[in-house]
């Protein structure tokens, strides 16, 4: 018996079929959206002023620079870090360097260790640190 998985994109604002992945960077963060035509050319008009007036980047040129901490009325720079003890004690596996795969692999990681994260968006900084540590091997 053959088996025929179809797989459809939908748009993430209406829910429209015959959507496409758009991939877009505002200061070091990259965003995905499943857009159908009319989201999708709504997004680009209204990022067209900006990148019409924009200089385009080679790609691998751009440097992630993490933003400063907010500081108190002392000068002193808040600790947001999430708690991370005991994550280094977790299982090593062999991972992909980099693409959805390691995503993948760092969500199922961290809900193991009683964190979980949403199945879409950015995983933090902390958390991949975190993951790459207890994987090391």
Do not use: C
């Amino acid at each position: 018996m053959a088996r025929r998985e179809i797989v459809t994109l939908t748009d993430d604002l209406d829910g429209s079929e015959g959507a496409h992945t758009v991939t877009f960077s505002l200061e070091g963060t990259t965003w995905q959206v499943d857009l159908g035509e009319r989201n999708r050319e709504a997004l680009k008009n209204a990022l067209k002023p900006f990148v019409d007036a924009a200089r385009e980047v080679a790609s691998g040129t751009v440097r992630e620079v993490a933003p400063r901490p907010a500081r108190t009325e002392l000068g002193e720079a808040p600790d947001h870090s999430p708690d991370l003890a005991g994550w280094a004690s977790a299982k090593r596996t062999s991972v992909p360097a980099r693409g959805e795969s390691r995503a993948r692999l760092i969500r199922a990681w961290s809900a193991e260790q009683g964190h979980p994260l949403p199945s879409r968006g950015r995983i933090p900084r902390e958390v991949v640190a975190a993951y790459d540590a207890a994987t090391r091997g």
